[in-house]
């Protein structure tokens, strides 16, 4: 009796832990995705690379993945988790964008979002 209480206790803080972002993530997150879409960059996965579209659709399904399992706390939870590195190789993502050098996604994503929060001040 007493085991079958705790396992209940357990189950419910667990679920009462995934967490849905606030507001204000999910909007920063939704204008990264528009931000990358409209980039024209290129995205290396794995080593190889993707146009913005592809890299977008690719982000998307991280992004919801994560979000069921409430893992997405802040945006920079989702650059970290979703936008950095694959999660199968663990290989850092890589931007290029026109004839600048490539640039590890998480450098892209932080300064986009740094201008995003700029530009609301």
Sequence with gaps: MKIAFLTLLLLISSAAS???PSPATTQEVDQLFA???QSNCEFSRNGSWYDAQK???HLQRKYDYLLKKGLVTS???FIELAATKSSMSGK???VRCGKAPAQSS???FITKLKALRGGRR
Excluded: F, G, N, R
Aim: aromatic share 12%; proline share 6%; hydrophobic share 35%.
């Design 75 to 77: 945006t920079e939870a």
């Design 18 to 20: 995934a967490q849905s």
């Design 106 to 108: 998480q450098s892209w």
């Design 92 to 94: 850092p993502y890589q």
């Design 35 to 37: 931000a990358l879409k």
């Design 55 to 57: 890299a977008s659709e």
